[in-house]
Nanobody, 115 residues
Framework: QVQLVESGGGLVQPGGSLRLSCAPSGSSASVNDMDWYRQAPGKQRTWVAQITRRGTTNYADSVKGRFTIPRDNAKNTVYLQMNSLKPEDTAVYFC?????????WGQGTQVTVSS
């Protein structure tokens, strides 16, 4: 059973930075697409960013220019580097990893942007 372990969330002031990470346990199989989603209080989960196995990236308009999504294929790890954070970035952030036959979600990590 694959489990995704996320880390790096916390409380940060507006304008600050955080880096989230997500790595699988229970499998060493290659991962195809890696994504980050977020869910703000009282709202639906929304897509934030994606990186393909070849390194092609895509971002939601709300984070473009502020967030990046690097990955380490050797470790099957994906990161979300978040810069210039705004209060509206406050949410629980979830990683998602797509394997050849299944996709798995992390448990979520809280990011709070507040002064």
């Amino acid at each position: 059973q694959v489990q995704l372990v996320e880390s790096g969330g916390g409380l940060v002031q507006p304008g600050g930075s955080l880096r989230l990470s997500c790595a699988p346990s229970g499998s060493s199989a290659s991962v195809n697409d890696m994504d980050w989603y977020r869910q703000a209080p009282g709202k639906q989960r929304t897509w934030v960013a994606q990186i393909t196995r070849r390194g092609t990236t895509n971002y939601a308009d709300s984070v473009k220019g502020r967030f990046t999504i690097p990955r380490d294929n050797a470790k099957n790890t994906v990161y979300l580097q978040m810069n210039s954070l705004k209060p509206e970035d406050t949410a629980v952030y979830f990683c998602r990893m797509g394997y050849s036959t299944n996709a798995y979600w992390g448990q979520g990590t809280q990011v709070t942007v507040s002064s």
